[in-house]
T-cell receptor, first 117, second 113 residues
Framework: GAVVSQHPSWVICKSGTSVKIECRSL??????MFWYRQFPKQSLMLMAT?????????EQGVEKDKFLINHASLTLSTLTVTSAHPEDSSFYIC?????????????FGQGTRLTVV | GNSVTQMEGPVTLSEEAFLTINCTYT??????LFWYVQYPGEGLQLLLK?????DKGSNKGFEATYRKETTSFHLEKGSVQVSDSAVYFC????????????FGTGTSLTVIP
C-alpha cells in the first residue's frame, strides 16, 4: 500500500536555529501534501497545504515566513521551522491524500517530535 | 462549513468491554468518513472508512456505519483488548475542498486488564 515516510522522527534544537522536516511518498506521486501540528492531548491542526510546483496555502494564523514549505517534486515536501522557539515545540505530521476505488483517503507520515530548548 | 465533533475522553474500559465512541459531522457536500488510530509516539493509521451513506467500515473488530440521516459515524467494538489502548480520531474528507481532512479532537482510550 501507499507509504509516506517522514524524517526525522524526533529532533532537539537550540532556540534560534532552523529545522527541516522531510516527507516523502514512497510508491506514489503526491501532488498535494498536508502539514499538521498536534499539541499534547489535542487534535491535528492543519497548518498548510502544499502543492507540487506552486506556493503552499497557509491556514489562518500560521506564519508563512516561519513555517517554510517546499514541494519541489511529486515525491518530496519539506517543512522548515525557521528561528525556532520553545513555543514551536510540538508534534508535526504530514499526510498525502490519495484517491482510489474506495474514495480519497490520507496516508500519514510517522510524525516528527520537535523540542526546542 | 465542515466540522467533526467527537466524544470527549478519556475513556477507560476493562478488557472485553463494549466500546462506543460517538462522532457526528457537518459537511457541505458528500464527504468520506474515517476513523484513524494513533498509538503513543506514532503517526496516525487508518482504522476504517466509509465513502457513502449506509456504508459500514470495519477492521480489527472495529466497525462504524455512515449514517447520513443522523450525520454520525460512531465507532464500536464488541470486546476491547489492552492493545486497543490508543487515541482515536474521527475525520472527514471533503472532495469539494481539495480533499482536505477535518479531524475531531480525538478520544483517548485506555483498556485495563
Amino acid at each position: 500500500g501507499a507509504v509516506v515516510s517522514q524524517h526525522p522522527s524526533w529532533v532537539i534544537c537550540k532556540s534560534g536555529t532552523s529545522v527541516k522536516i522531510e516527507c516523502r511518498s514512497l510508491d506514489f506521486q503526491a501532488t498535494t501534501m498536508f502539514w499538521y501540528r498536534q499539541f499534547p492531548k489535542q487534535s491535528l491542526m492543519l497548518m498548510a497545504t502544499s502543492n507540487e510546483g506552486s506556493k503552499a496555502t497557509y491556514e489562518q494564523g500560521v506564519e508563512k515566513d516561519k513555517f517554510l514549505i517546499n514541494h519541489a517534486s511529486l515525491t518530496l515536501s519539506t517543512l522548515t521551522v525557521t528561528s525556532a522557539h520553545p513555543e514551536d515545540s510540538s508534534f508535526y505530521i504530514c499526510s498525502a491524500p490519495i484517491g482510489g476505488t474506495g474514495g480519497t483517503e490520507a496516508f500519514f507520515g510517522q510524525g516528527t517530535r520537535l523540542t526546542v530548548v | 462549513g465542515n466540522s467533526v465533533t467527537q466524544m470527549e475522553g478519556p475513556v477507560t474500559l476493562s478488557e472485553e468491554a463494549f466500546l462506543t465512541i460517538n462522532c457526528t459531522y457537518t459537511a457541505t457536500g458528500y464527504p468520506s468518513l474515517f476513523w484513524y488510530v494513533q498509538y503513543p509516539g506514532e503517526g496516525l493509521q487508518l482504522l476504517l472508512k466509509a465513502t457513502k451513506a449506509d456504508d459500514k467500515g470495519s477492521n480489527k473488530g472495529f466497525e462504524a456505519t455512515y449514517r447520513k440521516e443522523t450525520t454520525s459515524f460512531h465507532l464500536e467494538k464488541g470486546s476491547v483488548q489492552v492493545s486497543d489502548s490508543a487515541v482515536y480520531f474521527c475525520a472527514l474528507s471533503d472532495p469539494h475542498a481539495g480533499n482536505q481532512f477535518y479531524f475531531g479532537t480525538g478520544t483517548s482510550l485506555t483498556v485495563i486488564p
